[in-house]
């Protein structure tokens, strides 16, 4: 069974940055390709950002430019640094291999003067 620990997030003001890390254990982390999502109070739960095996990266139209993914096989962690926030990314960031249906706790981001 998957497990994930994200981590990173906290209170920034508009402009400001940060590097979102994500844990993953119980599966072999290497064959899988990773997603970045995130909620939003009173909004569905949508995909950021995704990297393969082959990091390959694709990004949501709303991120592409300011965040940028990116994976470390051997410590089974991906990694999602975001530059240039704005209020609007405000959300619980999770992390997830895109096959598998399992989520973690989450990070808290708050993008706020």
């Known amino acids: 069974q998957v497990h994930l620990v994200e981590s990173g997030g906290g209170l920034v003001p508009p402009g400001g940055s940060l590097k979102l890390s994500c844990a993953a254990s119980g599966i072999i982390f290497s064959h899988y390709a990773m997603g970045w999502f995130r909620q939003a109070p009173g909004k569905q739960r949508e995909w950021v950002a995704s990297i393969n095996s082959n990091l390959d990266t694709h990004y949501a139209d709303f991120v592409k430019g300011r965040f940028t993914i990116s994976r470390d096989d051997a410590n089974n962690t991906v990694y999602m640094e975001m530059i240039s926030l704005k209020p609007e990314d405000t959300a619980v960031y999770y992390c997830?291999?895109?096959?598998?249906?399992?989520w973690g706790q989450g990070t808290q981001v708050t993008v706020s003067p």
């Open positions: 997830k291999p895109l096959s598998i249906n399992s």
